[in-house]
């Protein structure tokens, strides 16, 4: 059956499924809850201002209905529950209207006020509270909310649906494992906390025995391949490095050794480079590519958005401007014409290196010569992007950069297919960057900090979450903030935003005014997370900072310090201000990612849903990490054992197949 059957799903609904990864019934009805939760009254001689509450209560006044603009409505009415009064305002609800009506019975969501004894809620459940409930809770999109979601599921699993089970039956039976429509079924509608269990237990093994099996897989043919063996001339790496305006740190050059171990020999390499952000990555990509362009073959460069493949565009023109070696870029939203130029290049073997975001493994792209690619600020290529390249007749030796260091046990699982070097020391006469958290109402003291770095010729980036990530709309966005700012500094300083509406061009546009420090304050969303470098910027201040996991606050961080002046950043937040607190204390990537792992499980680890194959929907490296390497040990034995040989379990067979040729 078309998921698109299914009823009230449309495709406007579909497209926002799949933003989720979700194709297909399958993956429907295997979207499972990344949490569950136990609904009951909340207990308000227990409550705290600004905890997250469900109030059962009494609506008291007609509900107001104030369009902010277009795509943004408040709602707003009186609430009794046991007695006490409330505000309860939701956003973007005006639809619930016609159905709160006066004297109506309700169940309210959301966070707590007691300053204006107001509840911002996240949701109205049209009746009161039965008993106890436990209810699963999806990670979903803007536009999407978790209700209707799990009515999609729902519907799909009223289907005599048909799903594979990949655990053999032999490991089945040996673990007493549910059947797996049994589980399935169980995970959407935790009714019974033991069953869930079961059920959960089952669902974390089948897909770390999945990735274990690949992983096994990938291991056994790790440095086995053969690849390009390659002549480098030394000294004219040596000579290059001698020219670089700063000197490279040793485990610059730990990197930079092992890379070039990698590719004079015969052995295709697969290695990941692990650094803190500012730790000087880049420059040993472009040694890399240079060695790679001294032995006669051309290099890709892959950058995840398109400002930053024009930032290493840039800076590697730069450096190789007194030389032959041809540089050129390649993004999504380069013109037709432009494209096609580019792609005859590539097809002829003429550029040395190219430099670009995913439109450089798109379909029409043909490369002559490839002999390494090199992928930043991602944890490794999706295994389709792989797969392209391989599509394309090429196997290059390939590099990831990574600037979320993973604690090392779990690396040597998660990773064990590839090698890793790791730079852990920072360029020398870098001061760590200053981090404290500010109230929002100490609002005040955080514009004079900004204007302190203003008034030194500094600039300063100010970041807000994005409203597409969160199911409420109450937080600052950046046309609000540019407002704000610009109120405040406007007069001397020019006060700029990337808005997501913006094209790439009016956002480049933006970047190299800020560049170029004709833009003082920049206000963006989290695309200046990745790899942006303004070594002007001494300040950074983040709304919201509680919506963001520790890693990307760290990430986001790492924009500012990169010259010997002292600099700051501001963490804005009323809440979760111990978790934040990880951040003033310390400004070591591979702690801060050890408290993510202790805080949020790996999920945050492995960055957003759509980057590569690492993230698992039910398994967490951590918590299960005993599951894991049980798994581990299974899938090894199953490997070896006549179930293969035999082609028993074929589904297990072809990802075994599917994955050797991914390698
Ligand atoms: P990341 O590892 O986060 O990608 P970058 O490669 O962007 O970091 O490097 C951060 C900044 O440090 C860049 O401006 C780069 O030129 C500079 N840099 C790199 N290596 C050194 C070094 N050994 N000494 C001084 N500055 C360096
Ligand atoms: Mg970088």
Redesign the pocket.
């Known amino acids: 059956m078309n998921i698109l059957d299914l009823p009230k799903l449309g495709p406007k609904t579909y497209e926002l499924l799949k933003k989720l990864g979700i194709n297909d019934i399958d993956d429907l009805i295997t979207y499972y809850p990344f949490r569950y939760e136990i609904i009951k009254y909340s207990n308000i001689s227990e409550v705290s201002n600004g905890d997250k509450v469900i109030f059962g209560g009494i609506i008291e006044s007609t509900p107001q209905v104030f369009y902010i603009k277009k795509s943004l409505n408040r709602l707003t009415f009186n609430f009794n529950s046991n007695g006490r009064l409330f505000k309860v305002v939701i956003f973007n609800r005006a639809f619930l209207k016609s159905n709160l009506k006066l004297g109506k019975e309700i169940t309210v969501f959301g966070k707590i006020d007691f300053l204006h004894n107001q509840i911002t809620a996240s949701d109205i459940w049209l009746h009161p509270l039965e008993k106890e409930e436990t209810i699963g809770i999806y990670h979903t999109t803007y536009g999407l909310s978790n209700k209707q979601l799990k009515s999609f599921i729902d519907s799909a699993l009223e289907l005599d649906f048909n799903i594979v089970d990949y655990i053999p039956s032999y490991l089945s039976e040996k673990y007493k494992f549910l059947n797996k429509k049994e589980a399935i079924y169980l995970l959407h509608h935790p009714n019974n906390i033991k069953l869930l269990k079961q059920a959960l237990l089952r669902a974390k093994y089948e897909e770390l025995f999945i990735y274990m099996l690949k992983m096994n897989v990938l291991k056994q043919n790790k440095n086995k391949k053969t690849g390009i063996k390659r002549e480098i001339d030394e000294s004219k790496i040596l000579a290059f490095i001698n020219n670089l305006p700063?000197?490279?740190?040793s485990d610059?050059l730990k990197a930079i050794s092992d890379i070039k171990d990698d590719l004079t020999s015969p052995y295709i390499m697969n290695r990941l480079l692990q650094?803190d952000?500012?730790?000087?990555?880049?420059?040993v990509s472009i040694i890399s590519m240079y060695m790679n362009y001294l032995s006669g073959y051309s290099s890709a460069l892959m950058a995840p958005t398109e400002i930053l493949a024009r930032q290493h565009y840039d800076n590697i023109k730069d450096l190789f401007k007194d030389t032959d070696i041809k540089v050129e870029l390649l993004v999504g939203s380069m013109k037709k014409s432009e494209k096609t130029r580019i792609y005859k290049l590539l097809e002829d073997g003429s550029i040395d290196i190219i430099v670009g975001t995913h439109a450089l493994i798109s379909e029409g792209v043909n490369y002559k010569n490839l002999g390494l690619v090199i992928t930043d600020e991602q944890h490794r290529f999706g295994v389709r992007q792989r797969s392209m390249l391989k599509d394309k007749g090429i196997e290059p030796d390939v590099l990831y950069?990574s600037?979320t260091p993973i604690p090392r046990t779990y690396a040597l699982t998660i990773y064990g297919d590839m090698d890793v070097s790791s730079?852990k020391t920072m360029?020398?006469?870098r001061l760590p960057v200053i981090t404290t958290i500010k109230k929002k109402k100490e609002m005040k003291e955080v514009l004079t900090s900004v204007y302190e770095e203003l008034k030194k010729g500094h600039q300063v980036y100010v970041v807000a979450p994005s409203i597409e990530d969160s199911e409420d709309t109450v937080m600052e966005n950046v046309e609000e903030l540019e407002k704000n700012f610009n109120k405040a500094f406007g007069k001397v300083f020019k006060v700029s935003a990337l808005h997501g509406k913006m094209n790439d061009s009016e956002k480049e546009t933006i970047m190299n005014d800020f560049k170029d420090n004709k833009i003082q304050v920049l206000i963006s969303t989290t695309v200046i997370e990745v790899?942006v470098?303004v070594?002007n910027a001494t300040m950074m201040v983040i709304f919201d900072a509680n919506r963001f996991g520790l890693s990307q606050l760290h990430q986001l961080r790492?924009r500012v310090g990169?010259n010997s002046e002292q600099s700051y950043c501001i963490l804005i937040s009323d809440y979760e201000i111990e978790r934040l607190n990880v951040l003033t204390k310390t400004n070591d990537g591979f702690k801060v990612s050890e408290e993510d792992f202790k805080l949020r499980g790996s999920g945050d680890l492995f960055g957003s849903r759509q980057s590569g194959d690492l993230l698992f929907k039910v398994a967490n490296i951590k918590q299960d990490f005993n599951i894991l390497l049980k798994a581990k040990e299974d899938s090894n034995e199953f490997l070896t054992s006549d179930y293969f040989k035999n082609n028993t379990y074929p589904e297990l067979n072809k990802i075994v197949k599917d994955i050797s040729y991914l390698n």
């Open positions: 700063f000197k490279l740190t610059q650094g952000v500012g730790s000087g990555k880049t420059i950069m600037a730079i360029p020398s006469g790899g470098d070594k790492g990169r």
